[in-house]
């Protein structure tokens, strides 16, 4: 099977289609803003964009074929998704702001310090929090669309706690971004 689908599709493929899944989930959850059904539509919308961020790294590995345009997109992809969408239910008033703001914030401080680091030829290791923060971003987005209570699962409030968890793994890994930068920067204060 993915030999077929290799054929057709590369990973970039995949990527882009995670960012052209955020205005139809946008329009699904502006639409019907208190409609659980119409919100279970957009978190299953959500749930095959999230999907693209797996199928996007099993392509590259089946194809052999990492690019640097994939690299730079696919967490520009991933920040896209959640943050857009974060940002839509913030104004529907299902999140809060400020924590909002913290997970935005500390996305462009990495991914800023990502762009000086590549320029200083520093490479900051990557470490596996910053995945689980991705997973922790996407499992609170997606109990935050749903809102109402389905399957007796309390959405908005597991939404709001895993929003926690994801801006504290957030900021957790955004300090070890920079810290490693700072570490693997050549001494210039020796004499």
Not at 15 to 39: D, K, Q
Not at 131 to 140: C, D, V
């Amino acid at each position: 099977m993915l030999d077929y689908v290799s054929r057709w599709l590369t990973a970039n493929h995949m990527t882009a289609a995670r960012v052209a899944f955020i205005l139809p989930i946008a329009l699904v959850m502006e639409w019907a803003p208190e409609s659980p059904g119409w919100l279970f539509a957009a978190w299953v919308l959500f749930f095959v964009a999230c999907l693209t961020d797996w199928w996007d790294g099993m392509l590259a590995r089946h194809q052999q074929s990492t690019t640097k345009l994939g690299k730079l997109l696919d967490p520009v992809a991933d920040k896209l998704l959640i943050g857009s969408l974060l940002i839509l239910l913030v104004e529907m008033g299902r999140a809060p702001a400020w924590l909002v703001v913290l997970l935005i914030a500390r996305e462009l401080t990495v991914t800023g310090l990502r762009a000086v680091a590549a320029a200083d030829n520093v490479v900051i290791a990557a470490n596996a929090g910053g995945k689980w923060k991705t997973i922790s971003q996407m499992f609170a987005t997606g109990f935050l669309i749903i809102h109402y209570e389905t399957l007796w699962l309390p959405c908005h409030e597991i939404g709001i706690g895993l929003l926690w968890l994801a801006t504290l793994q957030s900021l957790w890994t955004g300090w070890l971004y920079i810290r490693g930068y700072f570490e693997a920067l050549p001494n210039s204060f020796s004499t």
